[in-house]
């Protein structure tokens, strides 16, 4: 199964709503539960039901009947029976107290699918819950309204719209936010540097390309990645495309060596990151996962790969799909890797539809570097560790100067003392 994160399998943002009758759908190993929930999927058939019950859960189940015996016989007032059992349910499973494992109604359900693709109408960042039960940003998307706006790595989401939100209530927060027509606004308080800041942010169609690429002086190709996308509906384009184009391009043009910038990027899909994997390392493993029953799968490259001197540029704000692909060019050997230790996601999560419509994602698994590390929870440490200037360290990256940018300049005299 070639997954994202195990997240999709080629086509899975377009056919995941017909899947959703029957099937598990995995979820990209960068969970990075967006504000406008973009995240890549997969599919893999398996069917839904019943699970074994053991004692306890016989006996958890008896007093719920026997809740619902009371209620039916003394309680005052009438119950909305599919509400409640919809509660019922979420409370169970946010009970587990884990970021990345959700319920979601039906109507929550269809938002979520409705924006897996590439495209689709939000603010464009990446958010998740933080030690602290706060959400806390990991990146906007580069070129969506909260990156105009100036929302950066690390922000804490307190509130939307007046109301308040910890990180329990993520997935409330996020509803809010994605429940209006592109031109309509948000209100949004966030904590930076324990000071508030106050944004109202209009929410857009998020859809831009992932991929931008600069020749630099020597010959020496920049490649920037800001996420792994999948294709949109009714387009072929999606960022393996795109990276196999503009780099096609760039070696027509006459580069010679290459920097792979994957500051502030958030992640996506497995699959997308595994093709351009694929294209730069010789055949072999490029990751893999175990899930809880000792199951491993494996994701692994053909015999084509590139041979030119590769740098990547790595920052606090590289997560999940952006370390996969730095732990196999890593591990093999083919990129100098350059600039901070990376955020450390590296844990996958799958979406099981239910009939009704409903459904639930879990983390089901954690996924490995060829050479056997899991970077979850701490990252992938730099081959050479350079800071960024102090006046510049809460820019993204994309928008230092390059004569300010202490990384790509380490990345450029690297590649000029390599042959």
Known sequence: MNELENNEISQAAEDIKKKKRNGKIKLAAAFILTVALTASVTSCVCNIGYIN????????????????ELLDKHYLYDIDEEE????????????????YTHYYTKKEFEDFTSNIEDSYVGIGIVISMNDNNQIEVVAPFEGSP???AGVLPRDILKSVNGVEYSGDKM??????????????????????????????????DISSESVSTEMLDGNIGLVRISSF??????????????????????????????????????????????????????????????????????????????????????????ASASEVLTGCLKDYKKATVIGKTSYGKGIVQSVYPFMDGSGISMTVAKYY???????????????????????????????????????????????????
């Open 53 to 68: 019950s053991t004692e306890k859960t016989a006996a958890y189940q008896q007093k719920l009947n026997k809740v619902k």
């Open 146 to 148: 909260a990156y105009a």
């Open 229 to 318: 996308n999948t294709n949109s509906k009714g387009s072929k384009q999606d960022t393996y495309t795109e990276f196999k184009e503009k780099v096609e391009q760039m070696q027509a043009e006459g580069m010679e060596k290459m920097i792979i910038d994957l500051r502030d990027n958030p992640g996506g899909s497995l699959d997308i990151v595994c093709e351009i994997s694929d294209m730069i390392v010789p055949e072999g493993l490029i990751t893999y996962m175990e899930y809880k029953d000792g199951k491993r799968e494996e994701f692994k490259s053909d015999a084509n790969e590139m041979n030119i001197p590769i740098c990547v540029l790595i920052n606090e704000n590289s």
């Open 84 to 99: 409640t059992a919809e509660k019922a349910v979420a409370a169970y499973v946010e009970g587990l107290d884990e970021p």
């Open 171 to 204: 997935e409330e927060a996020v509803n809010v936010i994605t429940g209006g027509k592109a031109g309509t606004t948000v209100e949004l308080v966030f904590v930076r540097d324990g000071k508030e800041i106050s944004m109202t942010i209009e929410r857009g």
């Open 369 to 419: 570097s060829p050479s056997g590390v899991c970077i979850h929870g701490t990252g992938i440490t730099p081959d050479i560790e350079v800071d960024m200037p102090e006046e510049f360290k809460q820019y993204y990256a994309s928008s230092v100067p390059h004569d300010n940018d202490t990384q790509l300049q380490k990345a450029v005299e690297v590649l000029r003392n390599t042959e």
